[in-house]
Every structure is written in C-alpha cells, then in structure tokens.
C-alpha cells in the first residue's frame, strides 16, 4: 500500500478518476440546471472554445514531440519553450483581433445561441488555455505531476461547488467567470514552480517548431474536426433543444473516454519516445501491447455504461430521450481510441505530412456525410453521429496501412479489417449498433457486456497482469 500511495504515476491516474468523475457528475448537474435550452447555449460557447483550442499552428504538438525527444538536453529546452512562448503571444493578439473585427462586422457568430453577450470572456479563457498548455507539456515531461493535477481539478470542483449557488443564466455566466479565474490561477502557479527561465528566442527553433508544427497543427485540426464538425452541422441544422439533446449526449460520453486520456496523457511522450528508437519487432511489441491494453479496456467500460445508462437516464426525465444518441456517440469514440498507437508511430517517425492528409481524407467523409443524413435524408439529430464512425472507420484503416508499410510490412485489405477490427471486438460492436438502431429492450445490453466479457478473457486477464505490474513498478509507464 506505501509503494502505492508514492507511486506518482498511480496518484495522478488516481486524481484523474475523481476529477472525472466530479466532471461527470458536473455534466449531469449543469444540464438539469441550465435546461434544455441555455445548456444548448453553453455547449456551443464549449464547441467555440474547442475550435480555438485547434487555432494554435501546432505549436504545443510539435513542442510536444520535441520535448519528448529532447528532454535530456536542458538547453534546448529552454530554447524550445521560449520560443513557443513568443509564437503563443503572437496567436493571442491574431485572436484577439480577429474576434474583434468579426465581432464589429455583420458576420454574427452564433446568432441564436447569444453568443455575442459572451465572446470576450470566451477569447480570455482561450488565450490563458493556450498558455496553460504549453506548461502543462513541460511540466509533463518533467514529470512534476502536482501542479498537472492542480490546473487539471481546480476548475471542476469550483463548478460543482457553483452548480448549487445559481440556475440558468446566472449559472451559465458564473460557470464561465469560474473557468477564467481557474485558468489564471493555474497560470500563475505554473509560472511559480517552473525552473525554466525564459531566454533569447533563437530563429531556428522558431522555424522547427513551426516546420513541425504545421503538419501536426493539420494532421489535430483535421482529426479533432471530424466530432467538432458534426457537432457544428447539429448545432446550426436542428433546433436549439435538440443541439442541447446533443450536446448532453456528447458530454457523457466524452467525460467516459476521458478516463482512458488520462492514461495515454501520460504515456504519450514515453511511446514516442521508444517508437522513435525501436527496431521493427519493438515497434511490433509496442503496437501490440498499447492496442491490447487500451482498446479493449475502452471498449469494456462502454458496455458496461450502455448497461447502466438506461436505468441511470430516468433519473433526469428532461433527457430521457437521449439515450440512442449516447448510445450511438459512445460507439463511435469508441472508434476513436483505434488511432492512438498508429498515430503515435507515424508522429515519432516524422511522417506528419501522412498523418495530416489522412486526417482530412476522414474529415472530407464525415462532413458530407454528415450533411447527407442532416439535407438529404432528413434524419433526426442522433443518427449525424452514423458520419463520424463511418469516418473513424475509414481513418483508422488507413492509419494501420501506413504504419505496416513503415515497419516494412505489406499488408493485405482484409488484414488491415482484422488488426483494427478482429471479431472479438467485431462481434459485439456490430451486434451493438444493431440493438441501438432497431431499439430493442434495454436488457439486451447487459447480454453484449457478457458476452464482451466471454470473447475478450484472455484479453482481460492480460489487462489484469499489466496493472498488476503497474503497481508494482511505476517506471513501466513513467515519463
């Protein structure tokens, strides 16, 4: 138990759990109290904020990857760091101008979700966001997890402690002050527990930061566009209450996957790290374990919370009617995690400009997808999500393509079908979508999760014997 306890790997993943599971709860609580209605407005302030968050030349990607390359080399990065300090005051005055003028034009962004009343607390937020995420990398790399742990929780529990003092309106703009002011703190003790100190920026990490960055910021915008512009296609084709159906749906569903980005938070710089030096059997190895691993816990954990989810929504009758559309956006970022470990090869092998055409290939098909279920066939709101998996689906099997033909290994189409979709993660995927879309009894998902749980045991039991480890010995995924 005293290993455990000062095991640092273990207490930020630990940290992370009850923060996410105070964000799920904050999820829940901010939808009943907002309403429908303002919740719909505050999701689109939060789609808003996740676009700007993409708007960052691929500054604290490729500053990331260079750290984590770097991290012996104490001059470099200070280098690093004051350089990508100057290109980040450089993008805030672009934002801050450009909401400025976009603000004074005729061009009024989000018309009907108020969001002019908003903006400038919006680009505030951004902007110390920004900051934040480039500390949050060096610090990572460092691994001084505590201020990590601070910036990450200050915010959520601050905004479980305002869901009680306010409702609607009130709540919507206190739960924005609260997120400003949870950002400057952090900055600020950052700021005061870093050992860098800001030096000269020298041009030609300037330039490599941005040379790198430029296909990473591509390759992220592209990828993280695929979900932001489904949700933009629902937010501006379908009505403020059904966007904010949507965005409820999303919410949880994305607080669940949360629960594995913590993990891959920290193993990240560490995979790239090996995946930058290994040889072709290591690089095999470590794809192996990390899909293994990390795909079958993810999809584990979605059934069982498609089990328990019809009974848990009846606790909130205002969104009783979202659980097919959870149901459908959990399947699909589901989806999302297949692309990790192949990403993860590509970017520690330089083939950015690959990942970045890949990405938008994906994006491409979402979008037309998208507004081919939303213009054409007329659907209702939830089956937009049917875009984004589909998209997911092509992306990922062309991310493995990529990355066999990198380790020299010329795989066949129906290979590609098998590592990224073998039938034990196959059978009760298929059998999911099928139950979600004909709408058969809700206890039929507890039959999937056993049924899960059969076919993937010795895939469990493996997981089991790598916690195990885990706990034991920290250094496994230490970075």
Known sequence: MIRILKNKVLLYIGSRYLIYGIQFVNSLFIAVALGPTYFAIWGFINLVLQYIAQFNLGIPYSLNVMLSINKNDSKKVKALLSSSFILYAILSIILIVFFFILNNSEIKLGEKYFFTEYWKIVIAIAILTHFNTLFTNYFRIENKLKEIIFFQSITPIAMLIAIFCAKEEILLRLLLWLMLIGQFISLLIYIMNTSWSFIKPQKEYIYALMQKG??????????????????TIVSSAYTVKEFGFFTFSFMLANTIMLLFDSFSFLIYPKTINRLNKANKDEMIHILHVIRTVYITSV???????????????????QYSSTFKSFALISMTVILYTNCFAYSSLLTARGKERTLCILAFIALLINVIMALFIVYVWQLKYEYTTLATLFAYIVYSILLSKYSYALITIQAKTQQLLKENFPIRLFLPFIMTLFIIITELPLYSYIFLLLFFIVVNHKELYYIKNTIQQILKNSSIINI
Do not use: Q, W
């Open 214 to 231: 430029f296909y990473l910021f591509t390759y992220n915008a592209c990828f993280y566009l695929i979900m932001l512009s489904t949700r």
């Open 299 to 317: 999809h584990l954990v979605m059934y069982i919370f498609l089990s328990v989810f019809p009974f848990f929504i009846k606790l909130f009758p």
